[in-house]
């Protein structure tokens, strides 16, 4: 299996531009779940889909945030209009529970390092 | 309080010694404990899972103290490669949904 897949690796891109990060997460997992990672707050969940329905987003920071799973195998993660403030690495991560019980965690994919200019 | 809380380091120790870090939580109604590690610009991956009787994988114990609510990630014998970040992870429901919150790491920094 490749593992969670994400694109692109690297978005360098200007203020008030739109963003799209893509996921493509490990098949027969039916969990997905979209992080952000700065080295003042960690690693944040922003929103996670079961079944390729959105089931928690509480951690998305705003309505500039929106987030799709429009079937198994993709999900995107917009940001429209970015801010510098968004400039921050994106995870995608993927399991078969949401409780990464099992002794299988959550798979991440390698990230989208977003530089928002 | 934050949800899951670790001493940021680094730990900076040589080849060949024993480190320890701890990890404290604040739902005591938390179930599932894990410890992950994350490399340089790299993304973090499942290192153990943390059993209430405690656990050992190799030159790695982790244990689980429930009244004190805390975690802790034992290293024997430090390799150079060793050297990373070190996630304290814990199961949590703070919006009715169950999910993993991740602390902000501990660095180790292994040294010739």
């Known amino acids: 299996d490749a593992g969670v897949i994400q694109s692109p690796r690297h978005e360098v891109t200007e203020m008030g531009q739109e963003v799209t990060l893509r996921c493509k997460p490990i098949?027969?997992?039916?969990?997905l779940f979209w992080y952000r990672q700065t080295m003042m707050r960690g690693l944040e969940l922003l929103i996670y889909f079961n079944n390729n329905v959105p089931i928690d987003d509480s951690g998305m920071p705003e309505d500039r945030f929106s987030a799709k799973m429009p079937n198994a195998s993709f999900s995107t993660l917009k940001i429209q209009p970015s801010e510098p403030r968004d400039s921050a690495v994106y995870f995608c991560?993927?399991?078969?529970?949401?409780?990464?019980?099992?002794?299988?965690?959550?798979?991440f994919g390698s990230g989208t390092r977003l530089t928002v200019v | 309080r934050k949800e899951v809380e670790q001493d940021p380091g680094p730990f900076n120790v040589p080849e060949g010694a024993t480190v320890a870090f701890n990890c404290t939580y604040s739902?005591?109604?938390?179930?599932?404990f894990f410890w992950y590690r994350q490399d340089c610009r790299k993304e973090p991956k499942l290192l153990m899972s943390v059993y209430s009787s405690g656990n050992e994988d190799g030159r790695f114990t982790a244990q689980l103290n429930r009244a004190s609510q805390y975690i802790s990630l034992l290293i024997r014998d430090s390799k150079l490669s060793d050297s990373a970040t070190y996630l304290c992870?814990?199961?949590?429901?703070?919006?009715?949904?169950?999910?993993?919150?991740f602390g902000t790491g501990t660095r180790l920094l292994v040294s010739p």
């Open positions: 991560a993927s399991s078969l529970n949401p409780t990464g019980g099992g002794g299988y965690g959550y798979t």
């Open positions: 739902n005591s109604a938390s179930q599932s």
């Open positions: 098949s027969g997992h039916d969990y």
């Open positions: 992870v814990v199961l949590g429901m703070n919006t009715g949904f169950q999910k993993l919150v």
